[in-house]
């Protein structure tokens, strides 16, 4: 499982995807596991997946046609 924690989770699968890089929680130490997931988390949680298979890939988002909703993606979330 490794040395990540959170204060609102002891589950073996949250903490190995932390571990991993995978997720960071909301803040606060928290992970908030009774949240839904929002595309820009499951989208942010993929790319970041990608990154661990092949950590040599370009995963550049340049160029790549714009969501309709694209001004109100997070910026965090931007190269997910």
């Known amino acids: 499982v490794g040395s990540a924690s959170f204060v609102d989770t002891t589950n073996p699968e949250i903490l190995k995807a932390a571990n991993l890089g995978l997720v960071t ?4 130490n928290k992970y908030d596991p009774s949240a839904l ?3 820009e ?3 942010t949680i993929l790319l ?16 790549a046609q714009a969501f309709g909703d694209d ?10």
């Open 25 to 28: 929680g909301v803040g606060n």
């Open 37 to 39: 997931v929002t595309r």
């Open 41 to 43: 988390q499951m989208a």
């Open 48 to 63: 970041r997946a990608l990154q661990v298979i092949a950590p040599d890939t370009n995963y550049s988002n340049e160029g």
């Open 71 to 80: 001004l109100s993606i997070s910026s965090w979330a931007r190269n997910g």
